[in-house]
């Protein structure tokens, strides 16, 4: 589905469950669902493989079906800049889309992944004649801008307690990542990745999460208790 071959090679027609988990195709008319289903593909992507590269021109809107996804750029000293993790039911690149212009970030697999492409004529097509479409793009355009307004200020934070809170709850975001509900199916290293801290440091930020009430630590993930204190201040207090 994009200009990486291999996982251009693995694109196939979505199974029923799968479209079951895009959340916009039950807002369109059933004529509109109808156009959409017949060009969405999936492809299935391991870890490692890149879905969207900077440069790369926009062929088709992607969302995360399955697996977990991190948007990231690279510095000129070869840093890397993590935006934002991107779980299950997760859509992204509306802008690009729209604009039709080159990526200005990458998209990569941190595990085994389901991601699937609407053709970017067929995302214009649902544009020009959707009402329920236009709804869901305006919608995610509103939080990712609240989204990255949010990563900025975790970038300042100094309290690693805090980082590891306000990251949490970017992917509990019910709007931007509908799939994800109560649990979120993560690893501490994954986890690590989009904060930007070590395994270590992000499990005893989890640990003193967990004893504050905010979330519980479950085999293969986390799920969230208290999602309005993980967007507060609590923890800077408590922690600061």
Not at 25 to 35: K, M, Q, W
Not at 56 to 63: D, L, Q
Not at 88 to 101: C, D, L, N, S
Request: charge should be positive; include cysteine.
């Amino acid at each position: 589905m994009n200009q990486d071959l291999s996982l251009h090679q693995r694109r196939r027609p979505p199974t029923a469950d799968e479209l079951d988990g895009i959340p916009w195709l039950r807002l369109l008319l059933p004529a509109e669902r109808e156009r959409a289903v017949a060009s969405l593909l999936v492809g299935d992507a391991k870890a490692g493989d890149y879905v969207c590269r900077v440069g790369r021109p926009v062929t088709y809107w992607f969302g995360v079906v399955e697996g977990l996804l991190k948007m990231s750029t690279d510095n000129a000293q070869g840093q890397t800049m993590t935006y934002a993790g991107l779980p299950p039911g997760g859509w992204f690149g509306e802008g690009t889309t729209i604009k039709r212009e080159p990526y200005r970030y990458n998209i990569q697999a941190l595990r085994k992944s389901v991601v699937a492409g609407l053709p970017i004529d067929s995302f214009h097509w649902l544009l020009d004649h959707s009402i329920g479409f236009n709804r869901f793009v305006m919608n995610q355009l509103n939080e990712r801008l609240g989204q990255f307004i949010a990563a900025r200020e975790i970038d300042r934070l100094n309290n690693p307690d805090v980082r590891v809170a306000r990251s949490l709850a970017s992917l509990f975001n019910p709007v931007l990542y509908p799939g994800v509900g109560e649990v979120l199916r993560i690893t501490q290293q994954e986890l690590a990745y989009l904060v930007g801290l070590s395994r270590q440091r992000v499990n005893e930020a989890l640990a003193a999460l967990e004893a504050q009430g905010a979330i519980r630590v479950e085999y293969g993930g986390l799920r969230v208790l208290d999602l309005a204190a993980l967007r507060s201040s609590i923890f800077q207090i408590k922690g600061g």
